[in-house]
């Protein structure tokens, strides 16, 4: 079992849908990560969420919202999305200690396209 | 403005030689770390290796070791004895540790090939 898991891996929907994907780590991290890797462009941070408080969103739609249950589990639901949001979705752990620099571990991905 | 900069978008490498993978970066902390993801035609982002501000030595890891001019604000990294399965997206990232709360920010990519 790898240490930070994400379902679904592939996704396919309509711009009228509603669908969640879902992040799972089992590392005992304390911050969790979407980030967006669309064709040609860099990763882009969407949200960090820091024991389960939202730390940062970087000016990402509405139509994307996160949520954090717990410090393991982490969504992203997804509403009334563009063609354009077509992406690679990621998510990241990491034990983030003050003035510590670690490193982040991802799931594989949800393969997003909209239709 | 970009932070970090990768300038190779594609390398080609023969099997079993070393190629070097340039990442430049930009911050004005002090303390900040640097770090090599390898991303295969899977998806995953794989960590391989690390670097901090304040380190003395080139961090090493196995075939990876990253080349740390400080003064240039340079972070390469270098894989010695290539392998075909080093053939993969290869991402430098930065996390300021001061400033940059918790955004570990990417460079755009460098594409390996290893040709048998």
């Known amino acids: 079992e790898t240490g930070v898991t994400q379902t679904p891996r592939h996704l396919v929907m309509g711009m009228t849908n509603k669908k969640s994907l879902k992040c799972e780590q089992h590392l005992g991290h304390n911050a969790m990560y979407w980030y967006k890797q669309s064709a040609k462009k860099p990763l882009e941070l969407m949200f960090v969420y820091n024991f389960k408080e939202q730390t940062e969103n970087n000016s990402v739609p509405s139509r994307f919202s996160p949520e954090c249950p717990n410090s393991s589990h982490l969504f992203l639901h997804l509403h009334t999305l563009q063609p354009e949001d077509s992406a690679l979705y990621l998510c990241?752990?990491?034990?983030?200690?003050?003035?510590?620099?670690?490193?982040?571990?991802f799931g594989q991905g949800t393969r997003l396209t909209v239709v | 403005a970009q932070k970090i900069t990768q300038t190779q978008p594609g390398m080609f490498v023969q099997e079993k030689e070393a190629v070097t993978l340039d990442c430049t970066y930009d911050?004005?902390?002090?303390?900040?770390?640097l770090f090599w993801y390898k991303q295969p035609s899977s998806g995953e982002m794989i960590f391989l290796i690390y670097?901090?501000?304040?380190?003395?030595q080139n961090a090493t890891e196995g075939r990876y070791s990253l080349n740390f001019q400080k003064a240039r604000k340079s972070a390469n990294l270098v894989i010695s004895a290539s392998q075909l399965g080093d053939s993969a997206m290869y991402f430098c990232a930065m996390r300021e540790g001061n400033t940059g709360g918790f955004k570990t920010i990417f460079g755009a990519g460098t594409r390996l090939f290893v040709k048998a």
């Open positions: 911050t004005s902390d002090p303390s900040y770390g």
């Open positions: 990241a752990s990491s034990q983030l200690r003050t003035g510590a620099n670690t490193e982040a571990f």
């Open positions: 670097q901090g501000s304040y380190d003395q």
